[in-house]
Nanobody, 115 residues
Framework: QAQLVESGGGLVQPGGSLRLSCAASGITFSLYAMAWYRQAPGKQRELIAV???????NYADSVEGRFTISRDNAKNTVYLQMNSLKPEDTAVYYCNAALNSLVVWGQGTQVTVSS
């Protein structure tokens, strides 16, 4: 059974950092493109970072230069390093794995940026 489990969310002050992790099981991890999405209250879920199986990364303009996505295929894990956090980064962050029509979502982890 395919499963993604996020961890690392929490409360952080503006300007701080957090590192999210997403551990995958039940899939051939290296074949999947991995991504992070987020959903703020009252807003649609948005794609913020992608790491393709070919090694390319892409970021939303809102996080470019502050967030870094990485993956460790040996550990079946994808990470999101978030620096210079802003209150507008507050959201539930979701991990996503995609291979053609196969899509797996994690349960989400809350990130709150507040003083």
């Amino acid at each position: 059974q395919a499963q993604l489990v996020e961890s690392g969310g929490g409360l952080v002050q503006p300007g701080g950092s957090l590192r999210l992790s997403c551990a995958a099981s039940g899939i051939t991890f290296s074949l999947y493109a991995m991504a992070w999405y987020r959903q703020a209250p009252g807003k649609q879920r948005e794609l913020i970072a992608v790491f393709t199986r070919g090694g390319k990364t892409n970021y939303a303009d809102s996080v470019e230069g502050r967030f870094t996505i990485s993956r460790d295929n040996a550990k079946n894990t994808v990470y999101l390093q978030m620096n210079s956090l802003k209150p507008e980064d507050t959201a539930v962050y979701y991990c996503n794995a995609a291979l053609n029509s196969l899509v797996v979502w994690g349960q989400g982890t809350q990130v709150t940026v507040s003083s």
